[in-house]
């Protein structure tokens, strides 16, 4: 059983940084595509950040230079560091991961995906 288990969320102050990690289980991540996505409350889910084993990263326009999504391959696990934190971040977060074509690396959203269960950011001005 596939299981991606979000961790690192919290309260900061806008200009601050978190860092969240995305721990898989059940299958070894290094060939496949993952990303992060967030939700708030009345709005649909946006994608992040996406990374691709043989393209690299790919981030959406709000959070470039801000955000910067990793993968440990040893250890199974996704980041994502975020720095320069501003109150319109906050949200839910969840990592996602692809096990078909890749088309999490154009933020895509789609049901077919492993998803964790959201770890919550909260930015304060």
């Known amino acids: 059983q596939v299981q991606l288990v979000e961790s690192g969320g919290g309260s900061v102050q806008a200009g601050g940084s978190l860092r969240l990690s995305c721990v898989v289980s059940g299958l070894n991540h290094v060939n496949y595509c993952m990303g992060w996505f967030r939700q708030t409350p009345g709005k649909g889910r946006e994608g992040v950040a996406a990374i691709n084993p043989l393209a690299g990263a790919t981030y959406a326009n709000s959070v470039k230079g801000r955000l910067t999504i990793s993968r440990h391959d040893a250890k199974n696990a996704l980041y994502l560091e975020m720095n320069s934190l501003k109150p319109e971040d906050t949200a839910v977060y969840y990592c996602?991961?692809?096990?078909?074509?890749?088309?999490?690396?154009?933020?895509?959203?789609?049901?077919?995906?492993?998803w964790g269960q959201g770890t919550q950011v909260t930015v304060s001005s």
């Open positions: 996602a991961l692809d096990p078909n074509a890749c088309g999490i690396f154009n933020l895509d959203i789609s049901s077919s995906y492993y």
